[in-house]
């Protein structure tokens, strides 16, 4: 059981390149969500999607889209990279049936270090 | 809007001592509290949850924490750390939206890394 693997684990781009970062899981959850992660900040929440084809805005969206067109897979895509995209990013998923409740629990992946120059 | 606040940016102890690692939030209503561990280079793994009833909560690991609504905190324990603890350690409630659904979002705190002297 691989749980939520993310793709690729560490990227470097240069300024104005694009990239997409692949997570997937394998639990069949609901819900995925993208965090970026940054000292002295915490995991903030870029984007998350509730269900297959659905998408919505966390706390950070600016510069970043996503899309979940199977349910497995949720992807990060980064059209114009910026040296403050520089970062390690995290996908998680949690079960909706448990959500809400404050019973669920998420399932992280390993997460992705990306540096913008 | 939900908050969550880790005031201490790094603690060091040393192996065996206790340790306590202090959480605040701010949330209107009952909130659903969790704590995490990330070792170096890895993912974050659930410690351990709050979402009702009793309120001195155990986790895995050896570590406990104790809801405190008048206070909002929501502290975490272990009576005596092993090296093995190193790590940075989250804080985080659960975020509803303006209709009040969650989604299971998380909003986290800063973090704090232990450092664990021999």
């Known amino acids: 059981n691989a749980g939520v693997t993310q793709t690729p684990k560490f990227r470097v781009l240069k300024t104005g390149q694009s990239m997409t970062l692949l997570c997937a899981q394998d639990?069949?959850?609901?819900?995925m969500y993208w965090y970026r992660q940054d000292p002295g900040m915490g995991l903030r929440l870029i984007h998350y999607?509730?269900?297959?084809?659905?998408?919505a805005k966390g706390e950070v969206p600016d510069g970043y889209n996503v899309s979940r067109l199977k349910k497995q897979n949720f992807l990060l895509g980064l059209e114009s990279a910026a040296p403050s995209q520089t970062s390690v990013y995290f996908c998680?998923?949690?079960?909706?049936?448990?959500?809400?409740?404050?019973?669920?629990?998420?399932?992280f992946g390993s997460g992705t270090q990306l540096s913008v120059l | 809007a939900q908050s969550v606040t880790q005031p201490d940016i790094h603690i060091t102890v040393s192996e065996g001592a206790s340790l306590e690692l202090r959480c605040n939030y701010s949330?209107?209503?009952?909130?659903?509290l969790f704590w995490y561990v990330q070792s170096p280079g890895q993912g974050l793994q659930l410690l351990l949850k709050?979402?009702?009833?009793?309120?001195l909560v155990q986790g895995i690991k050896g570590f406990e924490a104790e809801f405190k609504r008048s206070q909002s905190s929501f502290n975490l324990r272990k009576p005596s750390v092993h090296w093995s603890d190193a790590a940075e350690y989250f804080c985080?409630?659960?975020?509803?939206?303006?209709?009040?659904?969650?989604?299971?979002?998380?909003?986290f705190g800063q973090g704090t890394i232990l450092t664990v002297h021999p």
């Open positions: 998680a998923s949690s079960d909706r049936l448990r959500s809400g409740t404050g019973k669920e629990k998420l399932f």
């Open positions: 639990m069949n959850h609901e819900y």
């Open positions: 999607s509730v269900g297959e084809g659905t998408t």
């Open positions: 949330y209107g209503a009952t909130p659903y």
């Open positions: 709050y979402f009702s009833g009793d309120t």
């Open positions: 985080a409630v659960e975020t509803a939206n303006a209709g009040g659904t969650s989604y299971g979002k998380l909003t």
